[in-house]
């Protein structure tokens, strides 16, 4: 069975703060991959990274960073500089070839940044 | 990235009709369509797949003959909820995948829902 929790329900943070939007993971395939998505009001899933379960090495890109830890299945994601355009729904996702590529969600955290 | 289309992005509907929504993939062959349910401040629950010309696989507790899902060509996939009732008001959301995109989905804009 695939999992995927989203702890923080709602984060609000101050503008120019950083923040981490924790992910945990749960699969008994070796073979995924894990994605974050942004939702903004619209409702439109806005992609923003996809990572395999063979590929550790944390990215950066920009303002957001994500690291990868299979020792603590977690795969967390960090706005640095926190923008009021950056408030939105961010989902943690995971799928496995192996399970017909299925994507299963987490909750999602409700990040709000305030001016 | 592949592009996928939902068509109409919101509908409002009487209690018992029934409604349709549609999902392309426009530049690619999708072999495999997800179709997803959002409930207000919830997260996509996925209610079934399917694969190009044959039937959908629904999710538990996912009625299939409420829920007609419709496959039939590499390019379209049908979402039709019969008998729709309020508590159907959702946003639904598709995801292609296949062909040079054969091991990610890429999602639609989704279409709301709303019945009366």
């Known amino acids: 069975a695939q999992k995927v929790t989203q702890a923080q329900t709602e984060i609000s943070v101050v503008e120019k703060e950083d923040v981490t939007l924790d992910c945990v993971y749960e699969?008994?395939?070796?073979?995924?991959?894990l994605f974050w998505y942004k939702q903004p009001p619209s409702g439109e899933l806005v992609f923003l990274i996809r990572?395999?379960?063979?590929?550790?090495q944390n990215e950066i890109s920009g303002r957001y960073s994500w690291n990868f830890q299979k020792s603590t299945s977690s795969f967390n994601f960090t706005i640095t500089a926190s923008q009021v355009v950056d408030s939105a729904v961010y989902f943690c996702?995971?799928?496995?070839?192996?399970?017909?590529?299925?994507?299963?969600f987490g909750a999602g955290t409700r990040l709000t940044v305030k001016p | 990235g592949a592009v996928v289309s939902q068509h109409p992005s919101w509908v409002i509907c009487k209690s018992g009709t029934s409604v349709k929504i549609e999902c392309r993939s426009l530049?690619?062959?999708?072999?495999?369509m997800f179709w997803y349910r959002q409930f207000p401040k919830q997260s996509l629950m996925l209610m079934a797949t399917?694969?190009?010309?044959?039937?959908?696989?629904?999710e538990q507790g996912v009625e299939k003959d409420k829920f007609l899902i419709n496959h039939a060509s590499l390019t379209l996939s049908t979402l039709t909820v019969t008998s729709a009732h309020p508590e159907d008001s959702s946003f639904y959301i598709c995801?292609?995948?296949?062909?040079?995109?054969?091991?990610?989905?890429?999602f639609g804009p989704g279409t709301r829902l709303t019945v009366l």
């Open positions: 995801s292609a995948s296949g062909g040079r995109a054969y091991n990610e989905q890429f």
């Open positions: 699969t008994r395939d070796t073979t995924y991959y």
């Open positions: 990572r395999n379960s063979f590929d550790e």
């Open positions: 996702a995971l799928s496995a070839p192996g399970n017909n590529n299925d994507m299963r």
């Open positions: 530049d690619f062959q999708a072999t495999t």
């Open positions: 399917s694969n190009e010309g044959s039937k959908a696989t629904y």
